[in-house]
């Protein structure tokens, strides 16, 4: 993995985190406010910081970084739903914008981006683990 993989990795740990650490703290406003809403608040956190963690202990695994942006991208998404329309389970929906909210899917953007960037790099290829040839050609042990 190059240097600069290596920093959008840990820059794509970290926007997953930011928004994690974001979730986790609006939790309790929102388990108070809408209860079903706070639960997925909680799902989004504890979430969110296991694919950082997955991110910076396996920093050559691209599907990883897939799926954090993946990851980042869904929270966006769902974010611009409960927004602008009315959520069936959900009652309170639309909510309204809040500064937070806005600060939370700027730092997703920041991760949906630097995944793609990790993805479409020329370095991604030359990592991923491949057979060698002598490994393709060699033949099962003979049981004793």
């Known amino acids: 993995m190059s240097t600069t993989d290596g920093t959008r990795g840990g820059l794509l740990a970290l926007s997953l985190a930011v928004s994690a650490g974001i979730h986790a703290g609006l939790t309790p406003e929102h388990l108070k406010e809408m209860p079903r809403l706070g639960d997925l608040f909680i799902a989004a956190a504890a ?5 950082a963690v997955a991110i ?7 599907r990883l970084a897939a799926t954090g942006g993946l990851f980042c991208l869904a929270q966006i998404v769902a974010w611009i739903l409960f ?15 809040e ?13 949906v981006a630097l995944a793609l960037a990790l ?12 057979l060698s040839r002598d490994l393709r050609m060699a033949r099962p042990l003979e049981p004793r």
């Open 83 to 97: 927004v602008t329309i009315r959520v069936p389970l959900f009652p309170g929906t639309p909510e309204g914008i």
């Open 56 to 62: 910076i202990s396996r920093p050559d695994d691209r």
């Open 119 to 130: 993805l479409s790099c020329p370095a991604a290829a030359s990592t991923r683990p491949r």
């Open 99 to 111: 500064t937070i909210a806005l600060v939370s899917k700027g730092v997703e953007a920041a991760g």
């Open 47 to 51: 979430l969110g910081a296991a694919i």
